[in-house]
């Protein structure tokens, strides 16, 4: 059991029973919010450190409508998963990684951040305390999201005196519609995601809202997600909405490198080290849009969307093809990546963190 430096703050009676699954449609779950039975919030002042934290019933919170979140898009999440083993134990995949992200994202928001202590720890109790709504291996994960907002009232445009960590959870299994089906994705020039200079680089909630309406138009044209370019020159690759890219030519792997315009994802960086332990070459460099006509493979990842191989990117009205089917790079590094991540594969790595 996860080490408690939370309050609880009413019993945690439906979780009781080791072997008990809450009742989820397994067949039917994509990446929508199931609620759960938990949530954990923390608060602290901006003079203060984040402290003890509550352990509660899952349920709307109460918010100043001049909170800073609310008004000036003060706040950051995150993502992780919890998995059951075959053996039954439950692992989370290096949360250290979502703490770290999130306190340089903090910083980069004016915001206290918890330590990497406090963040792990209450991830390990949302699941604990959440433990009946982890699917059975192979049907999905309990998605682990943590927030942190400036939550206290502000008028002009400065740090909220007041902030929230909070933690939500929910089953998930696959989060396109199209399950574990190759993506086609769409370059629309008429959106970046980020630019030099901005926050394109950290967890803030500013950075996705301004792309829904990106992903709704391709969304309508019968495409996966978008694609962007550099915000400067709209001729290097960046990042897709959801997840990070990377391309597969030969023996070379190929990402965009992160100069703060990329969110630098936790299963981005565990690929590029996968990658590299199966004896391929990986390079964060520039990638040219050009180069998409010479590649092999292209493949996203991301905590939510995973390891996903990409059937196409469409630009300028050029639909460019990938290998999509039979022994996929791809393929190789997803399957020694959520074999960590279930247990399957021994974790030499230190990369898993048992509940
Ligand atoms: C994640 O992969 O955890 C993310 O935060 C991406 C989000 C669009 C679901």
Redesign the pocket.
């Known amino acids: 059991q996860a080490a408690s430096s939370l309050t609880v703050a009413s019993q945690p009676s439906a979780c009781s029973g080791d072997n008990e699954y809450a009742d989820v449609d397994l067949d039917k779950l994509g ?1 929508g919010l199931t609620p759960v039975d938990f949530m954990c919030i923390m608060r602290c002042s901006k003079e203060e450190n984040f402290k003890e934290g509550r352990l509660t019933r899952f349920g709307n919170i109460e918010i100043s409508p001049s909170a800073g979140v609310l008004n000036y898009g003060q706040g950051l ?4 998963k919890a998995n059951r083993t075959a053996s039954g134990r439950i692992l989370l995949f290096r949360p250290e990684q979502n703490a770290t992200r999130m306190k340089h994202g903090a910083e980069r928001m004016c915001m206290p951040s918890p330590s990497i202590e406090q963040f792990v720890d209450a991830v390990k109790e949302i699941v604990f305390a959440n433990k009946r709504w982890i699917p059975p291996p192979g049907k999905g994960s309990l ?1 682990v999201r943590p927030l942190l907002l400036g939550s206290g009232p502000i008028l002009g445009l400065a740090p909220a005196p007041e902030y929230t960590f909070l933690i939500y959870a929910s089953p998930v299994h696959n ?1 396109f519609k199209e399950g574990t089906a190759p993506l086609n994705l769409y370059i629309d020039e008429n959106f970046v995601r980020a630019s030099p200079g901005g926050a394109g680089g950290v ?1 803030t909630i500013t950075n ?1 809202a301004p792309v829904l309406k990106a992903i709704a138009r391709a969304k309508n044209r019968g495409f996966s997600d978008v694609l962007y370019l550099d915000a400067l020159h709209r001729k290097y690759l960046k990042e897709v ?3 990070n890219i990377f391309i597969v030519k030969g023996n070379l792997i190929s990402t965009p490198a992160a100069n703060g315009t990329i969110l630098e ?1 936790v ?1 981005r960086k565990s690929i590029i080290e996968t990658a590299r332990d199966h004896g391929y070459q990986v390079e964060e460099r520039p990638i040219l849009v050009d180069e998409l006509v010479d590649t092999d493979e292209v493949f996203c990842t ?4 995973g390891v996903a191989p990409v059937a196409s990117i469409t630009h300028q009205n050029r639909r460019i093809e990938f290998k999509s089917e039979g022994r996929l790079v791809s393929q190789e590094l997803c399957s020694t990546l959520v074999g960590l991540q279930t247990g399957r594969i021994e974790d030499t790595k230190g990369w898993t963190v048992e509940v």
Do not use: L
Not at 77 to 80: C, D, S
């Open positions: 990446f999440y995150e993502g992780t998605y989060y967890k996705y909405s959801s997840c994802g299963t991301g905590t939510a969307v």
